[in-house]
């Protein structure tokens, strides 16, 4: 099972670097269209990178925490990896969904 659950998330992983480069490319394309921002913030893809960047410390932690409740038993890789798999998963479908709007 532990195997299973790896491999899962091996896979929901590779699909989220795959639409990370596609969306991190509209953003890149968005602030080349849209110009240097004249209210001092970041543009599309700086936002992006270090929302992805904070995402991805918070799924590390909370499936940690998940994984917590059998904490050094053979339950707690399992749990984390179903974590990792459900949170990379709908993290994958934000991305999507960024670059469908507009």
């Known amino acids: 099972m532990n195997y299973c659950a790896a491999q899962d998330f091996h896979k929901a992983d590779a699909a989220l670097n795959r639409q990370w480069t596609a969306t991190a490319d509209e953003m890149k ?3 080349v269209r ?8 970041p543009g599309n893809f700086d936002t ?6 904070a995402w991805l410390k918070f799924r590390d932690a909370q499936c940690d925490l998940e994984g917590y409740l059998f904490r050094g038993g053979s ?3 399992l749990l984390v990896a179903t974590c990792r798999t459900g949170l990379t998963e709908a993290r994958t479908k934000q991305l999507q969904d960024l670059i469908e709007q507009q």
């Open 29 to 31: 394309r968005r602030d």
């Open 34 to 41: 849209d110009g240097k921002p004249t209210d001092n913030r």
């Open 48 to 53: 992006l990178l270090a929302g992805q960047r």
């Open 75 to 77: 339950m707690e890789p």
